[in-house]
């Protein structure tokens, strides 16, 4: 593979939000199976594209990668002997360099894809997390910033369960009817979330808990953020996408303390 078409692979997996490790030999001594500059893609399905000289060399430096993304790494340099460390007859060595990009631990998922939605979308785009959007309008979607991985789903209450643990969760569908069943099935399932908010005023709160209430759920269990931002702004979507991110950031940040 080129350089050209390995750097439009990259873009590729950005766009579609695919964390993934790009591996360059970036020097040899020795008899070695590829000469320096080779590179390859490894993303959480294996190899992609590209090689760094096939055989054990290229597996080892494969399960290496995928325990890079597994573990949420940052970048790696491994200097290896080809016979002591990888169990090869050739004497030479390679220096491998491992980047693993666009793996954040902060995830964040958005249930909406309206203009508020939006807002958020891009300004978090510009920030080291991992960005899901979920919404059933395909248009909508499309019209999300790269960097986010996009769901199309009829049923969004659909995707609850297959949520990360450690997601901050938004509900900023269509209107409250829509955020309901999302919001039902969040607590149903009994899924705690470091922070999960509803974009609306203080009486949709009230008018969310009573309808919770009466499907079952207990006030106590009820527990989400409404209205969601801090108090700053306007009612413009840029404004309050700035107020909703800082709220996040604030919350992630003492999220981060509790836990020293």
């Not at 785009?125 to 199309?152: H, M, N």
């Not at 069943?181 to 908010?197: A, N, S, T």
């Not at 209430?213 to 527990?223: H, L």
């Amino acid at each position: 593979m080129n350089q050209v078409d390995l750097l439009r692979r990259c873009a590729e997996l950005a766009e579609a939000a695919t964390p993934y490790v790009l591996v360059t030999l970036v020097e040899i001594t020795g008899s070695t199976p590829q000469d320096a500059g080779a590179k390859m893609i490894v993303t959480s399905d294996g190899l992609d594209t590209g090689t760094v000289g096939g055989g054990r060399v290229e597996a080892k430096a494969i399960d290496e990668a995928l325990l890079m993304l597994r573990e949420q790494s940052d970048c790696l340099l491994h200097d290896w002997s080809l016979k002591a460390d990888v169990g090869m007859t050739c004497g030479g060595r390679v220096k491998l360099f491992f980047d693993c990009l666009g793996v954040s631990s902060w995830h964040m998922v958005i249930f909406g894809a309206g203009h508020v939605a939006q807002a958020v979308s891009r300004l978090l785009a510009t920030l080291p997390c991992q960005v899901t959007c979920i919404d059933p309008r395909a248009d909508w979607l499309a019209r999300l910033p790269a960097g986010i991985l996009a769901i199309e789903s009829a049923d969004p209450t659909t995707e609850v369960e297959a949520l990360p643990a450690d997601a901050f969760v938004l509900c900023m569908t269509q209107g409250h009817r829509s955020d309901l069943p999302v919001l039902q099935r969040i607590f149903e399932l009994d899924r705690k979330f470091p922070y999960l908010g509803v974009i609306g005023s203080l009486a949709k709160a009230a008018t969310l808990r009573k309808e919770l209430a009466a499907t079952g759920i207990a006030a106590e269990q009820a527990i989400f953020h409404c209205p969601v931002g801090l108090p700053i702004g306007s009612n413009h979507p840029a404004e309050i996408a700035v107020s909703i991110v800082a709220q996040l950031l604030e919350k992630r940040d003492a999220k981060k303390s509790n836990s020293r």
